[in-house]
């Protein structure tokens, strides 16, 4: 089976481009830069290039492919529309599999960048195409850009309650259901929650953060005034700071959790908790 994969050089298309060749699969990435398709090949991925924005060149680029992993670029402001692009693209290619990666509770209009992803599901699910929904929670590789921080300051500082709970998902397992969903005719049809198989809170996740450290690391709330004021310095889009201040202001009050069940069913096996997946991602030993 080849699988046109979208944004394909981005952290979640490659590692389902990994997973997916992992199983036997051939993906075809597809992306906007030809610098993406050089930087594919060099990790063994074939690659072409199409701009989300073009339905001829995604046409195209779907041509000779067996199945459509939708990749949505995420916080984008047309994010739906993109989408409603990408799938009519693969209707018009003759693409019959059609694999949507959205998130775990879309259907927040308290989230904005959630509820696009809800309208993209919605259209998806207007079509003829043979349809899946991914719906991942917060990937544990987030964590990672905060790392260095944690282990140098002793501090990891988030913009919303402390206290409030996650389910993450370890981004490997996600690439692996995704091949999962693929290679099994009777997940067409069906919206999958992934979640991680630990509910933990982000005061959890500094401690955690500390003992793969070495060292205490205490887990403040930043001021969310604070941070907008330091992402706008920074030169961060406005849109997206307006659509990660509403999500904050969620995970405030909600913080955001799912059960681990369905992604335990599609991988066979238990979900990877979080300290295993930093330890293999982070080169640590132990």
């Known amino acids: 089976m080849r699988v046109a994969v979208t944004g394909a050089n981005g952290k979640t298309g490659r590692a389902v481009a990994h997973a997916l060749s992992a199983a036997g699969l051939t993906p075809v990435g597809v992306v906007r830069r030809p610098e993406s398709v050089d930087e594919l090949a060099e990790s063994g991925v074939t690659a072409r290039r199409a701009d989300l924005e073009d339905p001829e060149a995604l046409s195209l680029a779907f041509g000779d492919v067996d199945a459509v992993y939708h990749v949505p670029p995420n916080m984008h402001p ?8 990408v799938i009519a693209a693969a209707e018009r290619a003759g693409v019959e599999r059609f694999v949507l990666h959205s998130v775990l509770h879309p ?8 509820l696009r ?3 993209t599901e919605l259209a998806l699910r207007a079509t003829g195409l043979a349809w899946s929904i991914l719906q991942p929670a917060s990937y544990t590789q987030n964590l990672l850009p905060f790392w260095t921080a944690a282990r140098d300051t002793g501090v990891y500082a988030v913009p919303y309650d402390v206290h409030q709970p996650f389910t993450p998902v370890d981004l490997a ?15 067409v049809f069906g919206s999958y929650e992934l979640a991680g198989p630990q509910q933990l809170t982000s005061a959890d996740l500094g401690d955690l953060l500390g003992e793969l450290a070495g060292r205490a690391v205490v887990t403040r709330r930043r001021d969310l005034d604070a941070w907008r004021g330091a992402m706008s310095a920074a030169g961060a889009d406005a849109g997206e700071v307006d659509d ?8 405030d009050a909600h913080g955001l959790v799912g059960s681990p069940l369905v992604l335990r069913s599609l991988l066979g096996r238990e979900p990877t908790d979080v ?5 293999r991602d982070l080169e640590l030993d132990g």
Do not use: I, N
């Not at 047309?78 to 692009?85: K, W």
């Not at 259907?107 to 959630?114: C, Q």
């Open 107 to 114: 259907y927040v209009p308290a989230m904005p960048h959630h």
């Open 117 to 119: 992803k809800a309208r």
């Open 78 to 85: 047309r994010e739906d529309q993109l989408g409603e692009r």
């Open 244 to 251: 990660l201040a509403a999500m904050f202001t969620w995970y």
């Open 173 to 187: 397992d996600v690439g692996a259901a995704a091949a999962a969903v693929l290679t099994d005719s009777s997940c």
């Open 275 to 279: 300290a295993t997946a930093l330890r």
